[in-house]
């Protein structure tokens, strides 16, 4: 655990790239959950831009190209724009990138309900260049439940895959989620969501940051 320059706790796990954890303010967690019950028929279905093979997945803000699966608009209010824009950021300069330009592409809840899941894809906004993540709204009673190997449950997790080489190396994580987790990591880290057995249903939340940024320049920064 390592404290930040804004006094906030965060955990890092290294797969080749650093997967950075935050625990989502109360308050910023409150909004978004009240924001999306609140305008549940407001918002508008994200599945056409999605791989995931959920029902409930709907679009609280877009700001990319406007296209027939997707126009821009924006349903969260300007202090939490404006902590994701913190988190990224931090993640960023604990990474020791340095001139960069930060865009926020898109930011989408997803509702898993019983057998529902994610396989294992990437992310991309306007740029191939950017960051992921996965925040935790909402867990079943059932999370963790396993029918068969109690020992290793997959149920309702998700998993992260790196790309780091070696013996001793870390290429996987499956985190124990929480709600209020936060999770950053790069576009092109592959991740999934394995589906649960049971009532109830997993809301989690996404955001999509692209990055505008030069490699060259940042070789051997430190």
């Known amino acids: 655990m390592t404290l930040d320059q804004n006094q906030s706790n965060f955990d890092i796990v290294f797969l ?128 963790g439940v396993e029918y068969s190997s109690p020992d290793a449950p997959q149920n309702g997790r998700l998993q992260i895959l790196g790309s780091s080489s070696g013996m001793f190396s870390n290429i996987d994580y499956q985190p124990e989620i929480k709600e209020r987790d936060f999770y950053i990591f790069p576009y092109d880290m592959r991740h999934c969501v394995y589906p649960f057995n049971g009532p109830g249903y997993r809301r989690t939340l996404a955001a999509n940051m692209d990055v505008e940024y030069n490699p060259i320049k940042n070789r051997g920064v430190s």
Request: zero cysteines; aromatic letters at 14%.
């Open 16 to 143: 080749g790239q650093s997967v950075l954890k935050y625990e989502v303010p109360l308050d910023i967690y409150n909004i978004i959950n009240t924001i999306y019950e609140s305008k549940y028929s407001e918002l508008k279905p994200a599945n056409k831009q999605l791989v995931g093979k959920i029902e409930k997945e709907h679009s609280l803000f877009y700001d990319g190209e406007n296209t027939d699966k997707m126009i821009r608009h924006n349903h969260l209010p300007h202090n939490v724009l404006q902590w994701f824009n913190q988190k990224f950021k931090h993640y960023l300069e604990w990474n020791k990138v340095r001139e960069y330009r930060l865009h926020i592409n898109s930011i989408w809840v997803n509702t898993m309900f019983e057998h529902e899941y994610n396989p294992v894809h990437v992310h991309q906004g306007s740029l191939f260049t950017g960051l992921s993540s996965v925040m935790i709204l909402k867990l079943p009673q059932s999370y």
